[in-house]
């Protein structure tokens, strides 16, 4: 896994436990919430798999108990692939989780957690600029509408364009593998979308 991309998931998993003001947090207080986002992480995709099989087990309980009425069949059938999709998802985390312990040795590396702490205190501490940007860059739509993390995937592309010299197709495409992991396809196609109109904003705002 390279360094920076690593640092991206880091920053990405502290953000949703940062404070209303998380431009006071200082280094050793991200540093915590890096090791706790993990952590967190870890006990999501548990629980997840946890209830995917409870929901396995009614559905296959009521396969078995059900009479040979339709409607009682259909009614199993349907619970029966929502376990199955919900049990999809928890299969993702897990494998997800898989690459944990990486994540952890690798935030002992000077350039991966340098890189996480800065990208997450630049994040917090431009906030408002940075969600201005996204807001004039979105078509009948609200940042404060979208998902949590799909926010905080726009926010830190945003952040790595605009204060971190990043590429900004670099950071278009870390959004969208960022997205993979921890969005839907829907998440993934409208950050992307959102991200190519942030650029020709940002072109746009830097001609006049």
């Not at 010299?165 to 839907?184: C, F, H, M, N, W």
């Not at 992307?192 to 001609?207: F, I, S």
């Amino acid at each position: 896994m390279q360094a920076r991309r690593i640092a991206r998931e880091l920053a990405l998993l502290s953000m949703s436990q940062m404070p209303t003001k998380p431009e006071q947090l200082d280094k050793q207080q991200l540093q915590n919430l890096l090791v706790s986002a993990v952590r967190t992480l870890t006990a999501e995709a548990q629980d997840t798999l946890e209830t995917a099989s409870a929901e396995l087990q009614r559905g296959s309980d009521r396969l078995l108990t059900s009479e040979t009425r339709a409607a009682d069949l259909a009614s199993a059938r349907r619970m029966v692939q929502e376990a199955i999709e919900l049990t999809q998802v928890a299969i993702n985390r897990i494998g997800q989780a898989i690459d944990f312990p990486e994540l952890i040795q690798l935030t002992n590396q000077t350039e991966v957690r340098t890189y996480a702490l800065q990208l997450a205190q630049t994040t917090a501490s431009n906030r408002t600029e940075i969600d201005t940007v996204l807001n004039e860059s979105m078509v009948n739509w609200q940042l404060s509408r979208l998902p949590k993390v799909d926010r905080d995937i726009l926010r830190i592309a945003v952040s790595e364009i605009m204060y971190l010299g990043t590429p900004a197709q670099v950071a278009i495409d870390e959004a969208v593998e960022l997205a993979k992991r921890y969005s839907d396809d829907d998440g993934r196609r409208f950050i992307n979308g959102v991200l190519r109109r942030v650029m020709d904003y940002l072109k746009t705002k830097a001609a006049k």
